[in-house]
């Protein structure tokens, strides 16, 4: 397992783009430490009002499986 988070890891998208974004001098890792902060919190906060909404009703489960 341990291989595999180190394979994927290596492979992680955000800081990829970071590294390239850092490369050609289009960011810093302050703002790249800010945006990561401020995205955290972000999901933070929507994953808390997600654990307190209260389930929707049976009968509304399949009404909203494809939402337009």
């Known amino acids: 397992r341990r291989e595999n ?3 994927w890891l290596k492979r992680d998208p955000i800081s990829r ?10 960011i810093t890792k302050d703002i790249y430490k800010d945006l990561i902060s ?3 919190n972000e999901v933070n906060g929507y994953w808390q ?6 389930y929707p ?11 337009n």
């Not at 783009?17 to 289009?26: C, D, E, F, S, V």
């Not at 009703?57 to 939402?67: C, H, I, K, N, R």
């Open 5 to 7: 988070y180190k394979h």
């Open 17 to 26: 783009l970071y590294k390239g974004l850092n490369n050609a001098n289009m």
């Open 38 to 40: 401020k995205t955290t």
């Open 49 to 54: 009002k997600a654990l307190k909404a209260n």
């Open 57 to 67: 009703p049976a009968e509304q489960l399949s009404d909203t499986v494809y939402y």
